[in-house]
């Protein structure tokens, strides 16, 4: 195999044009292979092979500075960058990361899994090599859906501005996840669809310089008919007008135009934009056909495209998930409100919110990769009387952390977050997990924050939220279902209303309060059940509301206790946990027990989801030992 020859881009650099092709394809099978086995972005990171292969076979990285945009289709740069041989630990724990990561090769420039930052980065860096009077390249590859994210737009208007050297490498497959959707996607779409322009642009000059000097009127009005017929007939105008040399559209899969192009262009010294186009899922014929179920997979049968299920997972009966419980809520109550309207930024698979475009065409919003955007726009929907709901993944909504407080919360508009994937996620990793949104929001005033313990208390709480009407609301649930919770039975809340900051007692004892928000307390009812067998009685106590508190019986349950322990699935740094003891100050006993369980101050890695809460501490074993040890140890010492 080529690929076996290859363990840096120099290797690369010794094939000659014609082996390009059999090793795109060597690359595109090893990537089924591993991605059928652990899962992963599979479609993006197809469409790119040949655009990875051509970017460093011109480049000299790590000299040369390449960054990739979310950084899910850049499994190939992985494959040529000496990490061959680790490739099929890929998304497991302590093996490859499924994105850049920085920590893992000095051929990734950034960490990255957020979309729509390259370009910022890449200009800084670009500012800082010439600063430094230093001498390399430097390239942003992006998406055509993340091209529509703020921050990039962002950083065009500012790389037009200063004109150093930068190259950016529009890869665009007119896909986000599923189709690419806005303006800029129509404008990418007439580019590719439109007759070919470079021709008849240049018989335009030709004529134009042709044209008699009959006085300044005439000239005048010639200028003006080429910039009215260069807007329609230049493709990409739109980057020429923002400071950019546009190149393309080319086909990006094809391993000779890429090459060629990139060696013409790579040493222009202006910001370059080439326009490459490629096709999602490319090479495997499944993907090709529907991309979108493609991009994020997880184990797969290579033969039919169909999913591999876990042990028994076919024959067990499956709970729906919290994100499905939200899909078919949102469709009952939208039913009934006519004022409920949903938003969704690029993502409406993923947050359950496409079964809803389908029932509510009109009142469903898809904003593209924008979150930003998507908080800002659901202000104007509230402002004007309607009841938006935004449903995005707890760490996309980091993007919208100034929107939430200004746009949203100052005013006291009634939105409605739908925080999905709250938690640690798994594979996903480093820039996935959900770990800030309590943190985050526990401190905005006016905003009601709540996480339910299973999917029947989510429905309850989405139904009080959207009949609250006073103000902010967010609930948080984490990825998966009851599935894939601890086996405890799911508790029946029938009768037990969701009431504005009132938690609930799960099990009354009297020697430990526990205090648990989310799905945690199930972890918690089982860690109680192995703490009575300790001779430890837990009082667990589901908070159900992170803001407001229900101090009233969580005081009242520390005072008969004295012991207090906070569980939590997100940072304990400024999270619930903390929350509880602000409240507690000063009107407790000085000398109770009292210890915060949550995920530690640091960015978690990748990898199986049970693995890492045990490894953070979080698991059903690990939160009963930290308990026995703080309350024995206290114990002992107020006999001493
Ligand atoms: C800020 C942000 N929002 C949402 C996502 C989720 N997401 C990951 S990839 C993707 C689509 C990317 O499309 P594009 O940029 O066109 O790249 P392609 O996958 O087509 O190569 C989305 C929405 C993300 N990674 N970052």
Partial sequence: ????????????????????????????????????????????????????????????????????????????????????DRFHTLRKIDGL??????????????????????ISCALGMVAARNLEAED??????????????????????HAGHIRKKILVILNDNEMSISKSVGALSKYLNRILTAPIYNKVRKDIENLLKRVPRFGFRVIRSAKRLEEGLKNLLVPGMLFEELGFRYFGPIDGNDIRTVVGTLRNIIDMNEPVLLHVVTKKGKGYP????????????????????EKLYARDEKTTEKATSFTEVFSEVIIDVAGTDEKVVA??????????????????PDRFFDVGMAEQHAVGFAAGLARAGLKPVVAIYSTFLQRSYDQII???????????????????????????????DIAYLRNIPQIVAMAPKDEIELKEMFKFAVSYNKGPVAIRYPRGGSYSLPSHQRIEVRGRDIELGKAEILKEGKDVTIVGIGYMSYVLLDVAALLLDEGIDCEVINARFIKPLDMELILGSILKTEKLFTVEEGV?????????????????????IIKNIGLPDRFIEHGDRDILLDRCGLSVQKIKETIISYAKNRDRQRKM
């Fill in 1 to 84: 195999m080529l690929l076996d020859t290859i363990n840096n881009p120099d290797d690369l650099k010794k094939l000659s044009l014609d082996e390009l092709p059999s090793l795109a394809q060597e690359i595109r099978d090893t990537i089924v292979k591993i991605v059928a086995d652990s899962g992963g972005h599979l479609a993006s990171s197809l469409g790119a092979v040949e655009l990875i292969i051509g970017i460093h076979y011109i480049l000299n990285a790590p000299q040369d500075k390449i960054i990739w945009d979310v950084g899910h289709q850049a499994y190939a740069h992985k494959l040529l960058t000496g990490r061959r």
């Fill in 286 to 305: 499944h993907a090709e056909k529907i991309p979108e179920k493609f991009h994020g997979v997880s184990s797969f049968d290579i033969s039919t495209g």
């Fill in 136 to 157: 390399y390249r430097v390239v942003a590859v992006i998406g055509d859906a993340s091209l529509g994210g703020g921050m990039a737009f962002e950083a065009l208007n």
């Fill in 343 to 360: 938003i969704t930024a690029a993502m409406p698979e993923g947050t359950g919110l496409d079964k809803f475009s389908r029932a509510f």
């Fill in 572 to 592: 304990v740094n400024g999270g619930f946990g903390s929350s509880i003891l602000e409240a507690i100050v000063g009107k407790v006993p000085q000398d109770i």
């Fill in 406 to 436: 200004h746009d949203v919360c100052l005013q006291n508009l009634n939105v409605i977050f739908m925080l999905d994937r709250a938690g640690l996620v798994g594979e996903d990793g480093l820039t996935h997990h959900g770990l800030f």
């Fill in 97 to 118: 990361s499924g994105f850049p990561n920085k920590y893992e090769s000095e051929f990734d420039v950034f960490t990255t899994g957020h979309g729509s930052t390259s």
